[in-house]
């Protein structure tokens, strides 16, 4: 608990020609860190960027050729310890000129398709109109005229100077030429489309047979590239996901410098993986090569802790990933969160639930294989088990208390006793934030923010000792002697005020610029940290305020379910205390576990976390077991 994988910084050289295969295994094996060597340590062009280059194209080509036959992609990963980029850039390009004029000619024959369809449909209606085709553009003394129309045509008046014949949207109108404008005006009035000009004048069965020919073209077109996709889709498929892990190598290879004959690799290892990492080595490049390593301040953080802890590391990285001048605080995390938690929703029943969803939410992450999920579901099991047994102590069993007798206290008969053990509950957890913080800075050496400065020692004392006076004085009614305040409030308090003078005498710290400054500054401060430590105190009063809620929830479902059968019997009060619970379950749930992350953040890490650590993220390759 509370530490970390001890991370190395390395470095290793090595021949150029072995490359290729160097990074295919690092990458394979997932154990180094990678980092950059700085630009003024590079050795020249390394040739690098033509073939990433070419490699770009090859992911471009084969994904347009996939995304055309309707293939869709694999995962990442590479089957061959090299690949032959000319030889497979020239078949991707070959096969996406005939992909692209095969789908060229596709889309042709479909718009010729369309607009030979809508032909025939206007053909068909005219011939149910008994009227030819050819007429609409050959007649001389009259004009015609063919479209759709929005609206319904009323009867027309006798006395019109126009003939309508109309099937269902579809109109024809003919007139004399000089009455050619009154009939259009007619027509828009009923949102006219003309059609005339797309009306194709052949009979209707030479259109059906140009219809079914270019159906036949378009069925011949769509087998040719289904076949294509039968016999190549695999192969790109193999293609594309070899050269995108491909690229992620290159990319790598960025990182590294490199000269004519040698090239070099750094970054950070866990040094539980520097044997596998040697073997690597050994087994490509046999003794012909050099490794180094040393600690590193710097290092990126890889966190270690044991699996019943491990699900809470996703709070702690939410805020930050800690330092290595820092321990990992993980493991208060995991306590105080479901304490918090446990307390504030305290139910046998409904915290036997949550540990149930917690297990279907695991076994989810597991299929889909999400980290995230996986910790969240970890999460949830541990705030059910927390709330079933705080529901044991609060006697509560799916809202009800009257099922079993409480081993400790109903929280709604005991309010007071509830908020004080809340209340205590959160300066313990004060305390020990203010403690892991001096932890922190003692490990580092800086002994006057350990001991002086305000989340130091001296406040750590004046603090446990004011609450522990208060407790006493609550039960006994007595006042802490002169000599007890003397020496755990106001001679500490003295120390915190001398730190300016007492910094530089033991700890090399600077000296205050300028007195009167400084005596102002610490009188600020030491109200800013009066007022910080009561509000972060009594903060921890929402525990309770959120049990009572929770149970105040519980006496209104059993309210409205007595309201719907007192015996509480009938189908309707238990669909009125199922609906409730699971309001509860979700609602409550939801609120408490924000309000339990809220303290974590505010209250708790506040005290002594920093998170600007650099998660450890190991260089990885999907590598396929077809490998050679």
């Keep these: 608990m509370f530490i970390k994988s001890d991370i190395r910084r390395i470095t290793i050289a090595l021949e150029k020609a072995f490359y290729s295969e160097v990074y295919l295994a690092l990458g394979k094996a997932g154990i180094i860190h990678l980092a950059r060597f700085s630009e003024r340590d590079s050795l020249g062009d390394t040739g690098l960027h033509e073939e990433e280059t070419l490699a770009g194209e090859i992911i471009s080509g084969t994904e347009y050729n996939l995304n055309a036959l309707a293939i869709t992609p694999e995962e990442s990963g590479i089957s061959a310890l090299t690949v032959d980029k000319n030889q497979d850039a020239a078949l991707v390009f070959e096969l996406k000129k005939i992909i692209e004029r095969a789908m060229r000619l596709r889309t042709k024959i ?73 009939l259009f005006q007619f027509l828009k009035n009923y949102g006219f489309t003309d059609k005339s000009d797309e009306v194709n004048p052949l009979p209707l069965k030479m ?7 270019l159906q036949r073209r378009g069925e011949i077109v769509d087998t ?51 044997q596998k990492l040697l073997n690597t080595m050994e087994r490509i490049c046999g003794n012909r090569f050099i490794f180094s390593e040393r600690k590193d301040p710097d290092a990126p953080v890889r966190l270690l802790n044991m699996k019943l802890f491990k699900p809470f590391e996703l709070i702690v990285r939410t805020m930050g990933m800690p330092s290595n001048s820092e321990i990992d605080p993980t493991p208060l995390t995991a306590i105080t969160f479901i304490f918090m938690f446990g307390l504030m929703f ?13 297990f279907i939410l695991r076994m989810y992450g597991g299929k889909k294989m999400k980290e995230n ?11 059910g088990i927390s709330a079933a047994i705080c529901g044991l102590f609060y006697g509560s069993v799916f809202s009800s208390e009257h099922v079993i007798p409480a081993l400790w206290f109903h929280p709604t008969t005991h309010i007071m006793k509830l ?8 300066v313990v957890f004060i305390m020990t934030g203010l403690l892991v913080n001096i932890i922190n800075n ?12 305000k989340r130091g020692l001296a406040i750590l004392v004046i603090y446990a000792t004011i609450i522990f006076f208060a407790v006493i004085y609550q039960r006994t009614g007595k006042l802490p002697a002169p000599w007890k305040i003397s020496i755990f409030v106001i001679l500490p308090l003295i120390l915190f005020s001398l730190k300016g003078v007492l910094g530089p005498v033991f700890f090399q710290k600077e000296k205050p610029h300028n007195i009167a400054e400084y005596i102002v500054e610490t009188i600020m401060e030491i109200v800013e940290i009066a007022l910080s430590l009561f509000a972060n105190t009594i903060s921890f009063i929402r525990v309770g305020a959120f049990a009572l809620s929770h149970a105040g929830l519980s006496i209104v479902t059993y309210t409205l379910a007595g309201i719907a059968d007192p015996n509480l019997k009938s189908a309707g009060a238990i669909i009125v205390i199922i609906t409730g619970n699971i309001f509860i379950i979700g609602f409550e749930g939801l609120i408490c576990g924000i309000q339990s ?12 976390f920093k998170g600007d650590g650099v998660a450890f993220s190991p260089f990885t390759l999907k590598v396929k077991t077809s490998e050679v």
């Design 110 to 182: 479909r718009e010729k398709e369309n607009i030979t369809a809508r032909q025939m449909e206007y053909a068909e209606v005219l011939n149910r109109m008994s009227v030819e085709s050819a007429v609409i553009k050959k007649a001389r003394l009259v004009k015609i005229i063919f479209g759709t129309v929005e609206n319904a045509i009323g009867d027309i008046s006798s006395d019109s100077r126009f003939i309508l014949n109309m099937i269902d949207n579809y109109v024809l109108g003919i007139c004399l030429p000089s009455d050619y404008p009154a």
């Design 207 to 213: 259109i059906k047979r140009r219809l079914e020919i």
């Design 597 to 608: 992350m809220r303290l974590e953040y505010y209250e708790f890490f506040s005290k002594f």
């Design 346 to 358: 305290g139910d046998l029943g409904q915290g036997l639930v949550l540990m149930l969803c917690g």
């Design 442 to 453: 003692i490990l580092n050496s800086d002994y006057t923010e350990a001991l002086l400065e």
């Design 419 to 426: 908020f004080t053990t809340t209340i205590l509950t959160g």
């Design 224 to 274: 040719y590239l289904n076949q294509l996709k039968k016999e190549k889709g695999q192969m790109l498929k193999e293609l594309n996901s070899s050269y995108r892990c491909y690229d992620e190598m290159l990319k790598a290879m960025r990182m590294s410098l490199f000269s004519s004959k040698a090239m070099f690799i750094t970054g950070w290892i866990d040094t539980r993986d520097r």
């Design 373 to 383: 999920l996986l910790q969240a579901g970890g999460i949830l099991i541990a705030c």
